[in-house]
């Protein structure tokens, strides 16, 4: 009887004989490598569809390799990276090594690609990866072109705050828009697909708050009460209370010039409210956009009204980094500090600021237009055109 129970048990854990009762799937393919740094193991992490994190590798011989994980009865997301053959390669040829995503359900996966841009490869096994894999192949050329050109800054050659630095930025930015806009189409087109969910979910920062919940909307509610869709939803719950056509969230403040502000007193004028923080490199590299809009329509009675939220151990600490930070970008515009008198309010709370930069447009009577978070799209552009004719 013991022998019986033991060979039960073999039976039901070997993975072996899982794989041969047909509970897995395959992940196999070739990875091509440079000389110098060849690919030596494919490595698979994924939350599987009880919420438990898994990770599985595979050598890889001859630029060959061949996994075999457990099936999904749901569809799930998976990361997968590739480990050079030197265990202390720095930090720049760890980033450089652009991990891919698959979906793993019960179909196998066949992949062709290369260890440096391994998420750029060719995937096919199930609908999910089919689809997603012709979205990818057709942003290919924006991906490469991205990644080329960030390198020098990436390296250090070339600082984000240079004039070189900026125009790199601001291709990058160009790239980025043309890239989200084919994600956006295929996330418009297929409402019940996974892939778009996925999608959804890192793509945050390209929609405005109010454009993101519809996206959500949209999609396929089976994919609703997965851990992405709850999170996408926890999202939206947060940011409903700067919700299109609700007041403004009203405080006050001392600006960095030394004198008393309140938002009430700014109805009858378009206003930008900026959350931004001197050590947030994105911040800082949309001020140059944020000085052509302020250029543009100041005389129209626009006004954008920065709010800083400082990292210093004291308040003192944090008054003299944004003091800095407004001469160093030259911030014409009003500026006021989160930190201070945080106790009696904290902005950045109150308007459920979970990203920095975030941006929220306000009308003359104090309502929301849109919020936008990282400044990954033109909707402020468009939203002040439209209100000013030009």
């Not at 939803?233 to 403040?253: D, H, M, Q, Y």
Request: proline share 4%; net charge neutral; hydrophobic share 35%.
């Amino acid at each position: 009887m013991n022998k019986l129970w033991i060979y039960f048990l073999f039976l039901t854990l070997s993975p072996s004989l899982l794989s041969a009762q047909g509970d897995s799937v395959t992940i196999k393919g070739k990875i091509t490598s440079p000389t110098a740094d060849p690919a030596t193991k494919l490595s698979v992490s994924f939350t599987d569809y009880q919420g438990k994190r898994l990770g599985f590798s595979t050598p890889i011989n001859d630029g060959s390799f061949e996994i075999k994980i457990p099936k999904q009865p749901r569809i799930v997301d998976a990361t997968l990276r590739t480990i050079g053959k030197d265990p202390n390669a720095n930090a720049l040829q760890q980033v450089m090594r652009h991990p891919l995503n698959i979906f793993i359900s019960e179909d196998d996966i066949l992949i062709d690609g290369n260890s440096e841009e391994l998420n750029l490869a060719q995937v096919k096994g199930g609908e999910e990866n089919n689809e997603y894999n012709n979205l990818r192949q057709s942003t290919a050329g924006f991906v490469t072109q991205k990644n080329r050109l960030y390198r020098p800054i990436l390296e250090g050659k070339v600082s984000a705050e240079s004039t070189e630095g900026k125009i790199i930025l601001e291709q990058l930015s160009q790239l980025g828009k043309k890239e989200n806009d084919l994600q956006k189409k295929f996330i418009e087109n297929h409402p019940k697909s996974y892939a778009s969910l996925f999608l959804l979910y890192r793509m945050q920062s390209s929609y405005t708050s109010e454009d993101y919940k519809l996206a959500f909307n949209g999609l396929d509610p089976n994919y609703k009460s997965t851990d992405i869709g709850t999170a996408i939803a926890s999202t939206i719950a947060k940011e409903s209370v700067t919700a299109k056509g609700k007041a403004a969230p009203l405080f006050s403040r001392t600006t960095a010039s030394g004198t008393p502000f309140k938002l009430e007193k700014m109805q009858g004028r378009i206003i930008l409210l900026d959350f931004w923080g001197s050590w947030c490199g994105p911040c800082r590299a949309s001020m140059p956009h944020l000085q052509q809009l302020y250029n543009r329509y100041k005389n129209k009675g626009f006004e954008i009204i920065g709010i800083a939220q400082e990292r210093g151990k004291t308040l003192e600490e944090s008054k003299t980094s944004w003091h800095k930070a407004i001469e160093e970008l030259n911030l014409s515009w009003t500026n006021v500090l989160n930190n201070e008198n945080k106790e009696q309010m904290d902005i950045v709370k109150e308007y459920q600021i979970s990203g920095f930069p975030t941006k929220i447009l306000v009308d003359e009577n104090g309502k929301i237009i849109l919020r936008v978070i990282a400044s990954a799209t033109n909707d402020i552009d468009v939203a002040l055109e439209k209100i000013y004719g030009f």
